[in-house]
């Protein structure tokens, strides 16, 4: 498909919006399990795909209408075998287990002995590996505009009339996200400090051996240190008191109370299996995610390898696409010249099996067209209530990490998607409002653990909102009014 037809086609297609911090070399890999390698466990793909990036930040649009077609299919082999999940969670488990040791391994490896061809099939098979541990769940995000819906028909068709509250918290882990997992470990940490622990260091040495991968995101991959997390510690220690330590963990360890609502709601059996299949994606969505934070520390580590060698900056690199990597000593410097190039725009495209890449002016005009065929459907600024409650305050629309500092507590939170490192500027707001996801995703989750009204998936909140907009947030109804 040349350009020209490839602009044709766009309009076609009913696109879904997903998007955040991103480099083309990390964020094109669950692209490529979606595309091709996940038919060979779920017999399914997600059809038309497209991934733009510009300046560490990028768009993925997803065909709506194969997602519906997804999600619905999962649906029917959950409902005839409601182990499903299960072995497919069992079978995930095996290829995890191969995936973490070859984590650890490029954690220690000695690289100076590899030759250079040896070096990028050594990335190769490193990046087989982290595409195989997307295959078996990658369809989660396939319920994101529709797993509500399918909860409201549920409802309707067993006439259920369960509260909203109750409903988040059946929807909801009954594990802790591997966030609050952190949070509560190295809350513990700041305690014995503040005891005057000895052995703090050892303590803080065995956490970072644990986390040190946990504030990444597909466009800033940093590997923490010790260092990095006796800094946190300091500023921990400095701004709180042993007894607002107490609290937050008080506060953050509640057990989840999903058993209760589901005895107080009186479901029956076949209600609970219905309720079981989204607590599980909650769950399974957040150890991905953990994965995939693994994965791209891993990825970061030889791709900066290859960066030395080639006397390149890193992050030049990182506008690869994954599959071009294991070329990358054949490209002569104009070649690698062209990458920056990819920084000011460039988008790649899959209308079928194979990507397609369009870069600056074309990647441009691609990327305004799947926009004005989303904004063309979504007039209201509405979404899917993620956790319950109303809140009033200014917007503060948050792309990248940089601008967390001038997030400020009761602002409003307006983004794409939240994301493991929005946890520090997450606890400020009033609310959250995003433009992508579905009752399983990470805003989700997060805003139920942390009780934060939250309204999710109206593709279009950080277009029509404007920063410093006062705004009413309604996540009983889904809704968001803008006041002035």
């Not at 369809?139 to 505009?145: K, L, Q, R």
């Not at 529709?146 to 988040?168: C, M, P, R, T, W």
């Not at 470990?185 to 970072?208: P, T």
């Not at 109303?390 to 939240?418: C, N, S, W, Y």
Request: aromatic share 12%; net charge positive.
């Amino acid at each position: 498909m040349n350009t020209s037809q490839m602009k044709r086609w766009i309009p076609k297609v009913h696109w879904y919006l997903q998007g955040g911090e991103m480099k083309p070399v990390y964020g094109l890999v669950p692209a490529i399990a979606c595309k091709k390698t996940m038919q060979r466990i779920l017999k399914l793909n997600y059809g038309p795909l497209a991934v733009h990036a510009r300046h560490g930040h990028a768009f993925w649009f997803m065909d709506k209408d194969q997602m519906m077609k997804m999600a619905k299919t999962i649906l029917r082999r959950y409902h005839k075998d409601t182990k499903y999940l299960d072995k497919l969670y069992k079978t995930w488990q095996k290829e995890l287990k191969t995936f973490y040791a070859l984590v650890d391994e490029v954690n220690t490896k000695n690289f100076k002995k590899l030759t250079n061809r040896e070096l990028t099939l050594y990335y190769k098979a490193f990046l087989k590996a982290h595409i195989n541990v997307w295959n078996h769940f990658i369809f989660i995000d396939a319920f994101d505009p529709y797993g509500d819906q399918f909860v409201q028909d549920h409802l309707k068709k067993n006439k259920l009339d369960i509260a909203k509250e109750d409903l988040s918290a059946l929807l909801q882990s009954p594990l802790p996200s591997y966030i609050t997992e952190e949070n509560i470990a190295f809350l513990q940490i700041v305690q014995k400090a503040l005891k005057k622990d000895r052995k703090l260091n050892d303590y803080l040495v065995e956490h970072q051996k644990k986390f040190y991968w946990f504030r990444n995101n597909y466009g800033h991959v940093k590997y923490m240190t010790v260092e990095d997390f006796y800094k946190r510690l300091h500023m921990f220690v400095q701004k709180h008191s042993a007894q607002e330590i107490k609290e937050e963990l008080k506060q953050i360890q509640k057990i989840s109370d999903r058993d209760k609502v589901m005895q107080k709601c009186k479901l029956s059996k076949a209600d609970r299996v219905f309720f079981d299949l989204f607590s599980k994606l909650t769950s399974y969505r957040d150890e991905r995610k953990k994965m995939n934070l693994l994965g791209l520390t891993a990825a970061r580590y030889v791709l900066y390898k290859i960066s030395k060698r080639l006397e390149i900056d890193v992050g030049t690199l990182e506008y690869l696409a994954p599959w071009e990597v294991k070329d990358i000593f054949h490209w002569d410097r104009k070649k690698l010249f062209t990458l920056r190039g990819r920084k000011e725009n460039c988008i790649w495209i899959a209308p079928e099996r194979d990507f397609h890449y369009f870069g600056m002016d074309d990647a441009k005009e691609m990327f305004d067209l799947i926009n004005k065929s989303i904004m063309s459907k979504h007039e209201e600024l509405k979404g899917v209530t993620a956790s319950v409650g109303k809140a009033k305050g200014r917007v503060k629309i948050i792309h990248l990490v940089k601008d967390f500092p001038r997030f400020e507590k009761g602002d409003i939170l307006v983004t794409q998607m939240t994301r493991p490192e929005f946890t520090p500027i997450l606890k400020k707001a009033a609310a959250i409002v995003t433009d992508e996801g579905g009752i399983t995703s990470h805003a989700a989750i997060v805003s139920r653990e942390l009780g934060i009204p939250c309204v999710i998936g109206t593709q279009i909140a950080t277009k029509k909102l404007k920063e410093g907009d006062l705004i009413e947030v309604d996540a009983d109804h889904g809704r968001v009014k803008i006041l002035r």
